[in-house]
């Protein structure tokens, strides 16, 4: 079918179709981000109602936001040139600009994607006093050695664990003790035991309540009209039939589940043995390996034992794994239910036993870069003091570092010093008699004009990163932390997702636009519908690059 | 429109001077955000001043509004009745009361 009015204008609009068309698509575009933008200032105006919110004005970093806007900027006006060069009939040129153009979302989108990356892997801690410090780099894993058993759940199938344990999944965690199992590796001369539910048993348990039955038919076989005539419920031997099957196919059931459970613990021990035959004939056909290295070989299998015990009541069975070689454990923080010194509890309510490392109750981050106590309401005693680990702060642009990095009273890296009270450091000493010194000097200013001097402006202290800074925070002294992501507060919300519904929009007008460069047939066939077309695709082009006009200033600058 | 390739040729040459110019107005966006004018309003006022000026010239030559069929304007004269309803709205979260219980002054 034959799409009218491709070239020529229609006799009514005065307008070719797609003409007429896109600019319906970029009016509802602009209801769109208009509705985003209005919700932009929605949210920046309520956050001056929460004393303890502050808008993070000027947190993105303007250099990257500032080379996007270029990039768009030139794409824009390259994709007006390549449609100029349609007109002209100059096939070569208009690919060259064209080319260009789809470079330029490339960059951009190269650009955006280095942004997030940063954004993702920075995090911000608020403590239970206010204080709120920034930072990247860090260890929030939760240490566990020592462990000797584990609970799970065989109806959950909480088998969450096993993939910390696994050494593949743990590429970025260390620990003193490594246990290298690739999945669970039992020992070669393990057989399964099952002291609860030895099979067995519970045939002759079955036995043992079918006769109980058997008599009970009986004397109610003798009885059942003198309980018929006292109690008017007819009993039939069919209905106490019925009850003994029920209670057979239970305990069938049960047998059946056990059955196979054991086939599937057995499949899995010959399995396992069989990966642990394999590594241990490999290791002995490595005739370089030292005592040493096989003592490393041997310590990096654990055996793990399961023990069945069964809910006699619900016939639900849990499995607790025995470890004949205590070994350990590293795990994120947040894939933790709680954390205690004895036990970890996984999301999926798996338990490893074990002693948990001293220092999982912190939360270690490595490169400090922002600190904020507008919301605190003692900022001279803030919490944050007490787990800096300090080389150097630089605050307000001024070197404070001197010799206080070698001072008495410094906090160890990893929150030794957490444990000596409130005594401050020797460098949050002068930072602290800066920010007296530069209190006194605002109040002074703020006098002499009349006004009441605006000391929270001193609040925010940017750390610089060549300064190292770091800190160790207890767990139990932290409010809330997440990275800077749009669970972060209500900007990075917004700003993620308004630049990335504007992102997808690149991304789309870049698939449009390479696909008009490799349109070459169109192009001989009828020029002008192709000239058409870049132009429709250009002003979609032209209305991406307009949002980030907008978007550039109103989040990294304003 | 301009068909004549000597036309589309003058053009060419003012679509490099708009990029150009649009280069020089993000210099200055980035600028003045480290000129104080008073107050964080008037700060915002002149960023947003800024960018208003780019995008019309984005709008009016690259996008060439500045010589389009009346349809088109009739099209847009709706779409920036409504957006500028939308971008008016938040006057009205102005008059929400908000309680804070020892409350903090910022």
Redesign the interface.
């Known amino acids: 079918m034959e799409i009218p009015y491709t070239v020529k204008a229609r006799p009514d609009?005065?307008?070719w179709n797609a003409?007429?068309g896109i600019?319906?698509f970029l009016?509802s575009e602009?209801?769109l981000f208009?509705?985003l933008?209005?919700g932009y200032?929605?949210l920046r105006?309520?956050s001056?109602?929460?004393?303890?919110y502050?808008w993070p004005t000027g947190s993105l970093e303007?250099l990257p936001g500032?080379i996007n806007?270029?990039v768009l900027?030139?794409s824009?006006?390259f994709v007006?040139?390549a449609w100029?060069q349609l007109?002209?009939r100059n096939w070569s040129g208009y690919t060259f600009w064209m080319t260009l153009v789809v470079l330029c979302s490339l960059a951009f989108m190269g650009i955006k994607s280095y942004e997030y990356y940063g954004k993702f892997t920075h995090y911000g801690i608020r403590l239970k006093d206010n204080s709120y410090i920034a930072g990247h780099h860090i260890d929030n894993s939760q240490k566990m050695a020592e462990i000797k058993s584990v609970d799970l759940d065989l109806i959950k199938g909480n088998l969450g664990f096993l993939k910390y344990v696994s050494s593949e999944e743990k590429d970025n965690l260390t620990f003193s003790y490594e246990v290298k199992l690739g999945g669970l590796v039992p020992g070669e001369e393990m057989v399964p035991s099952t002291p609860n539910g030895d099979l067995n048993e519970t045939i002759k348990a079955s036995d043992e309540v079918n006769s109980a039955l058997a008599e009970v038919n009986q004397l109610l076989g003798k009885t059942g009209a003198a309980v018929e005539a006292q109690s008017g419920v007819r009993l039939s031997m069919g209905v106490l039939k019925d009850l003994k099957k029920g209670v057979d196919e239970s305990l069938r059931e049960v047998h059946d589940a056990r059955m196979e459970m054991n086939e599937e613990v057995n499949k899995l021990i010959r399995e396992h043995n069989a990966a642990l035959a394999a590594a241990k004939k490999q290791a002995a056909n490595a005739r370089q390996k030292t005592e040493e290295d096989q003592k490393i070989l041997d310590e990096k299998f654990v055996t793990l034992v399961p023990v069945f015990s069964w809910n006699k009541t619900l016939g639900l069975g849990t499995l607790k794994v025995f470890a004949d070689n205590p070994f350990s454990l590293e795990v994120p923080h947040n894939r933790l239910r709680n954390a205690t010194d004895s036990k970890l509890t996984f999301a999926d309510f798996s338990v490893v036993h074990g002693t948990r490392d001293a220092n999982s109750v912190y939360l270690h981050v490595e490169h400090l870069d922002k600190l904020d106590l507008?919301?605190v309401?003692k900022p001279e005693d803030s919490a944050v003091f007490n787990y800096i680990a300090e080389k150097a702060i630089n605050v307000w642009g001024e070197d404070t570092h001197g010799d206080a990095g070698n001072g008495e009273g410094k906090t160890e890296y990893g929150g030794a010093g957490a444990d000596d009270g409130k005594a401050k450091t020797k460098t949050t000493e002068e930072l602290w008699k800066k920010f007296d010194k530069n209190s006194r000097e605002v109040t002074k200013k703020a006098a002499e004009k009349g006004k009441e001097p605006d000391l929270?402006k001193k609040l925010t202290m940017k750390i610089y990163k060549e300064d190292h800074v770091g800190a160790s925070i207890p767990y139990e002294e932290i409010k809330i932390y997440s990275n800077y992501a749009p669970k972060q507060n209500t900007f990075y919300a917004i700003y993620f997702l308004l630049t990335g519904l504007h992102g997808l929009h690149v991304v789309a007008g870049a698939i449009v636009l390479t696909y008009f460069l490799f349109s070459r047939r169109l192009y001989e066939k009828d020029p002008e519908h192709l000239a058409n077309r870049v132009e429709v695709g250009?002003?979609f082009w032209?209305?991406v690059?307009?949002v980030w006009?907008?978007l550039?200033?109103?989040l990294y600058?304003? | 429109m301009a068909?004549s390739?000597e036309e589309?040729q003058k053009?060419?040459k003012l679509?490099?001077i708009?990029?150009a110019v649009?280069?020089g107005c993000?210099f200055l966006?980035?600028g003045v955000?480290y000129i104080n004018f008073g107050s964080k309003a008037a700060?915002?006022t002149v960023?947003?001043l800024?960018?208003l000026t780019?995008?019309l010239l984005?709008?009016l030559i690259?996008?060439h509004l500045n010589h389009e069929?009346?349809?088109?304007y009739t099209?847009?004269l709706?779409?920036f009745f409504?957006?500028a309803g939308?971008?008016v709205?938040?006057i009205l979260?102005?008059f929400d009361p908000?309680f804070?219980p020892g409350?903090?002054?910022?």
Request: charged residues 10%; without cysteine; positive net charge.
């Open positions: 609009t005065g307008l003409k007429i600019w319906l009016a602009v209801m208009g509705g933008f209005s200032v929605f105006l309520g001056g109602a929460d004393p303890n502050f303007v500032m806007t270029f900027i030139a824009s006006v007006v040139v100029v007109k002209l507008r919301s309401a929270k250009g002003l032209h209305f690059d307009l006009i907008f550039f200033p109103v600058l304003m | 068909d390739p589309l053009h060419l679509y490099w708009i990029g649009l280069f993000t966006t980035v955000t700060d915002i960023g947003l800024i960018a780019k995008a984005v709008a690259f996008m069929k009346s349809l088109i099209v847009l709706y779409t409504f957006f939308m971008m709205l938040f979260a102005l908000v804070f409350f903090n002054e910022k």
